[in-house]
């Protein structure tokens, strides 16, 4: 299993961009997919996440400005961005949650990364 982030790069405050992250592999299920990032000297928090069931839960301080979807049948998991922020500078990680055929226990993946540059 592998994931995959993109849609990283250098945008002026109020800008808009899109993440993707695109999971390869064959897997049982997918239970949930989440966008994390880690700015430099803080430690990584989770941004956004959307469940199996269709459940999201947002960050506060990205609620109202970003939102996850999620495309089931390409196995991708968007993060749209709106009304960026120099505070949302960071490189932004997708992480999912998986199963596997006859394994009762779920396993955890992470993508390598994608940096997002808010700056004028």
């Known amino acids: 299993v592998q994931l995959q982030a993109s849609g990283g790069g250098l945008v002026q405050p109020g800008g808009s961009l899109r993440l993707s992250c695109a999971l390869s592999?064959?897997?049982?299920?997918?239970?949930?997919v989440a966008w994390h990032r880690q700015a430099p000297g803080k430690q990584r928090e989770l941004v956004a996440s959307?469940?199996?069931?269709?459940?999201?839960h947002y960050s506060e301080s990205v609620k109202s400005r970003f939102t996850i979807s999620r495309d089931n049948a390409k196995n991708t998991v968007d993060l749209q961005m709106n009304s960026l922020k120099p505070e949302d500078t960071a490189v932004y990680y997708c992480?999912?949650?998986?199963?596997?055929?006859?394994?009762?226990?779920?396993?955890?993946?992470w993508g390598p990364g994608t940096q997002v540059t808010v700056s004028s």
């Open positions: 992480s999912a949650v998986v199963r596997f055929t006859l394994q009762p226990t779920p396993h955890v993946y």
């Open positions: 592999g064959s897997v049982s299920s997918i239970v949930a």
């Open positions: 959307i469940g199996e069931s269709g459940s999201i």
